[in-house]
């Protein structure tokens, strides 16, 4: 039976009404009617080739929420009409030594979303069952969508590199994935402090539970801040003072990299070496990470701000998310 969606036919193209036949539904896949999906800024990455491996036509959409509509003969533990969401994978080789140990996401056979695969910007989704994640009861279909990327981008390293309460944190940037990391590490217990450019978004980041504020331009406030942080997560796509942000760390802190700057690091090994800091990356995660952030969510109130768009209304949405005005994530609904 066809898909419905809505694809880009060329790099930053509109979105076209589309039709595709996905053949037979595999052993071990789950089709999901999608009745959420939200935008991601990897999906106009995505329909405007900036990454340089999308294939067209394009349906993008790897923030999806909906009901599973049928499933493959050898699937278990799923059941038709059942809320799952599915994120940025859809399938994995199941047997290499990352998928045998419960860590999918670096399966060097990884599945994409929207990747040579299309994706929720349509009536139903296919993926691989192990990644059609089920949603607790007390978590809106809404709001879980954006934390299918945006959340867990940001709760997984706090997940790998043991953040607790005690662990003095900090968020750079106040955007989409920012808003939603200062509040995961506010219900972990954490003192958090917010970074941006301007106090512009102060008030609006102690509501999201941000304990303090640091503001980088034109003042010395970072400065200040030297020795302060266990732990800074970046989630902007900006080239920033790095080497500030290095000297914030407290001995053995970290700087993690969600967002992408514009241009390569340019860091000074000295500044990591004495006291055995270090900078890394983080990346959305496994789908029992996800089901973890998903439960954390529903537990403590974690709540994305989204703007709320009708699925065919799916051009107008794009262009709220390319103006980068909305506050802070768009959902599209069936």
Request: net charge neutral.
């Amino acid at each position: 039976m066809p898909i419905q969606a809505y694809a880009a036919k060329a790099p930053k193209g509109r979105l076209e009404s589309f039709s595709y036949e996905p053949g037979p539904l595999g052993a071990l896949e789950v089709e999901v009617k999608v009745t959420h999906c939200g935008i991601c800024h990897s999906d106009q990455a995505m329909i405007d080739n900036d990454w340089q491996f999308s294939a067209y036509p394009l349906v993008p959409g790897h923030e999806v929420v909906g009901t599973i509509a049928a499933v493959g003969a050898q699937v278990t533990g799923l059941k038709i009409g059942q809320r799952v969401g599915i994120g940025w994978q859809c399938g994995s080789c199941r047997e290499c030594e990352y998928c045998r140990s419960g860590h999918e996401a670096y399966c060097a056979q990884e599945r994409d979303t929207i990747v040579h695969h299309h994706g929720g910007f349509g009536e139903r989704v296919r993926a691989d069952a192990t990644f059609a994640i089920p949603l607790p009861e007390g978590l809106d279909s809404a709001q879980a969508a954006p934390l299918l990327c945006a959340g867990t981008t940001v709760f997984t390293p706090m997940l790998h590199h043991g953040v607790t309460g005690n662990t003095r944190t900090a968020v750079v940037g106040i955007g989409g994935l920012g808003h939603l990391a200062v509040q995961f590490l506010a219900k972990l217990g954490c003192e958090v402090t917010a970074i941006s450019t301007s106090h512009n978004k102060d008030d609006e980041a102690r509501s999201f539970g941000a304990a303090h504020f640091i503001a980088t331009k034109g003042t010395d406030e970072l400065q200040k801040a030297a020795g302060s942080f266990d732990f800074i997560i970046s989630t902007v796509p900006a080239d920033l003072a790095w080497n500030d942000f290095i000297n914030a760390l407290r001995p053995r802190g970290k700087l993690v990299f969600v967002g992408v700057p514009e241009s390569d690091l340019k860091l000074s090994a000295f500044s990591l070496i004495g006291h055995e800091k270090s900078v890394v990356g983080g990346r959305t995660g496994s789908p029992a990470e996800i089901a973890t952030m998903f439960a954390f969510a529903a537990r403590h109130g974690v709540k994305a701000q989204i703007e709320k768009f009708a699925m065919k209304d799916i051009n107008a949405a794009m262009d709220r998310v390319r103006t980068g005005k909305m506050r802070y994530r768009v959902v599209l609904e069936a």
